[in-house]
């Protein structure tokens, strides 16, 4: 512990207290130059002076030392540092650097490092607890490792977990995250015998590509629930301010998250009571929910949260009406929800519930009592208690049981049934909501991995020149260059030329084939029909020059500034539905895939689904029935089904052409028109904005 000190208000003492008072059982080594002892413990000057081999280096001294610390720990052969020491990327540029240089010398020598700027790390193992930390918290044992980016939050986390009764087998303040970050942390969980549930506050991502790999993988045997704060612009400043991390878009977060199978909590509370019910109980197999009560009211809040979340309160069938008949007495109504009346005694709960849980039809149990008198709680409690463990004795081991206890106490602890824990809720939608993310992370266990799929194009060589040539003058591709560059990428185009005159026009137009359309090629006017740019359905060279020549003059009309590049002629498309697909690359996430209905729909309806390259099978597959219009597509009121191969493989396409040529900033491919099934689909519009070369 370097930066022990005897004053009892110093953080340098808190840690050490923490140290001994967790009971960990290996030596405690303080170290300061001007004291002989600590808190009964014999103290150095120097890490070097320690006799014996040291495991873990704890730093807690002023920033512009923790260099030299440093250094005395590469000479003491410690291979793993915690700085709790605040001052450096997080407060200016100045900390910045020196955060640099210590980084530095930890990654040239092979330590890890956690922080700096962190309030230390803890374990509850049995026979080895540490609390390696200055928070005077330490959590009950359990199966939930937590990581928080904010050490205020953290300590926050730590003092809720034993208030919401959720065990930790780990504890990790990240502080700036500069060497061992959340990715680190989660491959290491992954394959912690002692783990279950994994908890993550974050405010950035390091390495998004590198979370999306891990995460993806590890949601399959291990939930990922993650709070991650900077939804709001402000709260993205302050995160920024916090942090010294780079934000990001928070509908790109999302995405991220979704692809990676992880369970984005929008609350702390919500987080805790997520970990709790993930922590105790099984994943439920399917999504029909039965609901047992003493009161409608709460019953019927409880439905209408199922039916928002997604989940099903099924109508019983007459086989389980029946079962149900026989457990209870005459006045209680065998339905779902099943209401057993404010009157219902101790006995109707301890029968319904096997009966309930032990169905097929049933996948997932919700309990609901409303205290009415203390005198009778303790008997129905344990009525509950002796009702799901005669369930547990049948088939009914995999579904999940939630209580929700509505009483005037502050808080109400699990219920423990032998090994058990069920999980009990103030209100009905805290319950709901939890069931909605096992449901969630179940189909999520359910769902194929998904494929990477290598698109290429035979004129690979021909497309990276078309880029190194780029127009240096502009960010936006000109359209010639547009779309020849889209050619040589191998994407689906509608046939069209490009034309400087009238004549030109009527001359491309008898090539291509009557009916054409006239559209206005410009780089700088992405909305060509607000400026009278676009002209339909042209059936003879009379209509295309008279077509050529409006153009030319609105827009001498509206931008008088402007001069006319060109005008493209293009065969009219067969009749589908218009899509749109966009790439913005961001600066943190890279490449982001957008897609939607196209036309003015995707600025009216805003109906557009996100995805960060790179983008699986199964991706694609996802965001291509995500969108509510998706009715169009499958084939509505009569409507042939589009092509929705030929979609997925343009948005494969659309998603590699991003990866592979990072000089692209941004495209929108607007409109692409989806052709009934087997006939594909066809770019008709496209806009390339690229980087200055």
């Given at each position: 512990m370097i930066g022990a000190s005897r004053d009892p208000n110093a953080i340098g003492h808190q840690v050490v207290t923490a140290l001994k008072e967790s009971g960990f059982p290996k030596p405690i080594y303080p170290v300061n130059p001007s004291a002989n002892e600590i808190e009964g413990l014999p103290a150095f000057r120097s890490v070097v002076e320690i006799p014996n081999h040291v495991d873990l280096a704890l730093i807690v001294v002023p920033a512009a030392c923790v260099s030299q610390v440093i250094d005395d720990c590469v000479k003491k052969q410690v291979k793993a540092v915690v700085i709790v020491s605040a001052g450096f990327a997080e407060l200016n540029e100045e900390g910045a650097r020196l955060q640099r240089v210590i980084l530095e010398k930890v990654r040239s020598h092979g330590i890890r490092m956690v922080g700096p700027n962190c309030f230390g790390v803890m374990n509850t193992a049995l026979g080895s607890p540490m609390n390696a930390s200055f928070s005077p918290n330490f959590p009950l044992t359990g199966n939930v490792a937590m990581a928080s980016q904010s050490g205020g939050l953290g300590l926050a986390m730590l003092a809720f977990s034993r208030l919401f009764h959720v065990g930790l087998s780990y504890f990790v303040s990240l502080g700036n995250k500069a060497d061992l970050s959340s990715n680190d942390l989660i491959e290491y969980w992954e394959h912690d015998p002692e783990t279950k549930v994994i908890l993550l506050y974050l405010e950035s991502f390091g390495n998004p590509a590198r979370f999306l790999q891990i995460a993806r993988r590890v949601a399959r045997t291990k939930p990922i629930i993650v709070l991650k704060s900077g939804r709001s612009t402000a709260g993205t400043r302050a995160a920024c301010s916090h942090t010294?991390?780079?934000?990001?878009?928070?509908?790109?977060?999302?995405?991220?998250?979704?692809?990676?199978?992880?369970?984005r909590v929008e609350t702390m509370e919500q987080m805790f009571h997520l970990s709790q019910a993930l922590s105790s109980q099984p994943l439920p197999q399917g999504k029909n929910v039965a609901i047992v009560t003493n009161a409608g009211g709460p019953a019927i809040l409880c439905t209408d949260a199922c039916e928002a979340l997604g989940l099903k309160v099924i109508d019983l069938s007459s086989q389980l009406k029946d079962s149900l008949r026989q457990a209870l007495p005459p006045e209680v109504v065998p339905q779902n929800p099943l209401d057993l009346v404010a009157s219902a005694g101790p006995e109707h709960f301890s029968k319904a519930i096997p009966v309930l849980v032990g169905s097929s039809?049933?996948?997932?149990?919700?309990?609901?009592?409303?205290?009415?008198?203390?005198?009778?709680?303790?008997?129905i409690l344990s009525?509950?208690?002796?009702?799901?463990?005669?369930?547990?004795g049948s088939a009914a081991k995999r579904k999940p049981i939630f209580l929700c206890w509505i009483t005037e106490e502050v808080q109400v602890s699990p219920l423990k049934i032998g090994?058990?824990?069920?999980?009990?809720?103030?209100?009905?939608?805290?319950?709901?909501?939890?069931?909605?993310?096992?449901?969630?992370?179940?189909?999520?266990?359910?769902?194929?991995?998904?494929?990477?799929?290598?698109?290429?194009?035979?004129?690979?060589?021909?497309?990276?020149?078309?880029?190194?040539?780029?127009?240096?003058?502009?960010?936006?591709?000109?359209?010639?260059?547009?779309?020849?560059?889209?050619?040589?990428?191998?994407?689906?185009?509608?046939?069209?030329?490009?034309?400087?005159?009238?004549?030109?026009a009527a001359n491309a137009a008898r090539e291509i084939g009557f009916p054409v359309a006239l559209k206005l090629a410009s780089k700088t006017i992405s909305h060509k029909t607000?400026?009278?740019?676009?002209?339909?359905?042209?059936?003879?060279?009379?209509?295309?020059?008279?077509?050529?020549?409006?153009?030319?003059?609105?827009?001498?009309?509206?931008?008088?500034?402007?001069?006319?590049?060109?005008?493209?002629?293009?065969?009219?498309?067969?009749?589908?539905?218009?899509?749109?697909?966009?790439?913005?690359?961001?600066?943190?996430?890279?490449?982001?895939?957008?897609?939607?209905?196209g036309g003015i729909h995707v600025e009216v309806l805003s109906d557009v689904r996100f995805r960060v390259v790179p983008v699986t099978d199964c991706d694609v597959r996802e965001m291509v029935r995500e969108i509510k219009g998706y009715k169009l597509l499958s084939g509505y009121r009569g409507k042939p089904?589009?092509?929705?191969?030929?979609?997925?493989?343009?948005?494969?396409?659309?998603?590699?052409?991003?990866?592979?040529?990072?000089?692209?900033?941004?495209?929108?491919?607007?409109?692409?028109?989806?052709?009934?099934?087997?006939?594909?689909?066809?770019?008709?519009?496209?806009?390339?904005?690229?980087?200055?070369?």
């Open positions: 010294a991390a780079l934000a990001a878009s928070d509908l790109t977060v999302d995405s991220l998250l979704h692809q990676a199978g992880v369970l039809e049933v996948d997932a149990l919700i309990i609901i009592y409303t205290v009415i008198g203390k005198r009778m709680s303790s008997a009525a509950i208690q002796e009702g799901i463990a005669t369930a547990r090994e058990e824990t069920v999980p009990v809720y103030r209100f009905p939608e805290d319950a709901t909501r939890s069931l909605a993310y096992m449901s969630a992370q179940s189909e999520w266990n359910k769902k194929p991995p998904g494929n990477y799929i290598p698109m290429g194009s035979k004129n690979e060589k021909h497309m990276r020149e078309l880029i190194e040539g780029r127009d240096v003058s502009s960010r936006w591709l000109s359209p010639r260059h547009t779309l020849e560059l889209l050619e040589a990428s191998d994407f689906s185009v509608i046939r069209s030329q490009l034309v400087q005159s009238a004549q030109a607000e400026v009278g740019g676009v002209r339909l359905n042209l059936t003879d060279e009379h209509l295309v020059k008279d077509a050529f020549q409006t153009i030319e003059s609105n827009l001498r009309r509206f931008h008088p500034e402007e001069p006319l590049e060109s005008v493209q002629v293009q065969a009219m498309a067969a009749e589908g539905i218009e899509l749109f697909i966009g790439m913005q690359r961001d600066p943190v996430f890279g490449p982001v895939i957008a897609f939607g209905l089904e589009s092509d929705i191969d030929a979609i997925e493989k343009l948005l494969l396409r659309a998603a590699w052409f991003a990866e592979t040529n990072p000089e692209i900033l941004s495209f929108d491919f607007n409109p692409v028109m989806a052709f009934p099934k087997g006939k594909g689909c066809r770019i008709l519009d496209a806009r390339l904005e690229v980087k200055p070369k």
